[in-house]
């Protein structure tokens, strides 16, 4: 915490998620946000789909999404129920179960496909995942393509003060325990379980931007007002901490950043500066720059 300021952050808003779609035949995802819409206001963060808790039977066809493009920023798919298997055109790739992270840079320019796994499409069960992406800044935009997988036991598991809960530390620090992603900007990405009936004080950086996605339950934000499943709750950057108080068990994937002051012009899978660098990417790609999937 910060002694200098010493203020809440206020809450700015409770955003709804939008309807549902399918991304592929894998994802049934909510639109949380995207660049188009809270880009500016939510930097870095550039969008964020939920796929709720969603049973698949039993299958023997390949479900999810066959190969794209990326270029500009980072994503990141968060497993919470199923098995994801990434595989891109740097020679990245793997599998990734309930409590696993997988953090890709497309920086200068990626070629991935994104399914489940061939086990979890075989036996079938609940899928629940996230998928956020992380915008990099200009000079970061032609980065080497990378990908780092986190797995559950490599994620610190901080408990929090009063047993209120535990912190998984994904990116970022939780008193003063840090977790494993490697970022180019200061971000903390956090999935936090509280339980019913207690509270919590979060801190945070003061002039960062600060949100989080309710998952499961319903959570108290401020003293003021109240978000359920899927309410994405955002506040000013001014400030250095909030505070959340459970009415029953709750999980919250909360996102924190620096924001990248810079222009935000986007098109599909493409997050560049200018619509000159997206006409660019679609260039590039087109001419196979970005890599092939063997
Ligand atoms: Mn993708």
């Known amino acids: ?88 055109s740097s020679g990245g790739g793997g599998k990734i179960g309930p409590g696993d992270v997988q953090w890709m840079t497309a920086g200068n320019g990626i070629v991935h496909e994104e399914f489940h796994s061939a086990e979890f499409t075989r036996r079938g069960g609940p899928l629940q995942m996230v998928q956020l992406w992380v915008n990099l800044r200009a000079k970061d935009k032609s980065a080497k393509p990378g990908y780092q997988t986190l797995l559950k036991g490599q994620i610190p598991n901080v408990p929090l003060p009063d047993e209120a809960g535990t912190v998984r530390v994904i990116a970022g620090a939780y008193a003063g325990k840090k977790g494993p992603a490697q970022t180019f900007t200061p971000i903390n990405l956090w ?31 401020n003293g003021e007002k109240t978000a359920g499943e899927g ?9 250095d901490r909030i505070t959340v108080a459970a009415r029953t068990d709750t999980r919250l994937l909360v996102m924190d950043g620096e924001p990248i002051p810079e222009p935000i012009v986007g098109h599909g899978p493409f997050v560049m500066n200018s619509r000159a660098e997206i006409q660019q990417a679609f260039e590039d790609y087109q001419l196979g720059k970005m890599g092939e999937l063997d």
């Open 231 to 239: 309410d994405l709750a955002i506040f000013e950057r001014t400030g």
């Open 1 to 88: 915490m910060n002694g200098k300021n010493g203020i809440m952050k206020k809450l700015q808003r409770i955003h709804q998620s939008s309807g549902k779609h399918w991304v592929g035949n894998g994802f049934p995802v909510r639109s949380v946000f995207d660049y188009n819409g809270l880009g500016r206001e939510l930097s870095p963060f550039l969008l964020l789909d939920y796929a709720a808790p969603h049973p698949f039977p039993p299958g023997s066809e390949k479900r999810g999404v066959g190969a794209h493009p990326h270029k500009g920023f980072e994503t990141v798919t968060v497993a919470y129920q199923g098995e994801l298997e990434h595989r891109d």
């Open 191 to 221: 999935d936090l379980d509280l339980k019913a009936g207690k509270s919590a004080e979060l801190p945070f950086p003061d002039g960062h931007t600060t949100t989080f996605l309710v998952l499961n339950g319903e959570v108290k934000v």
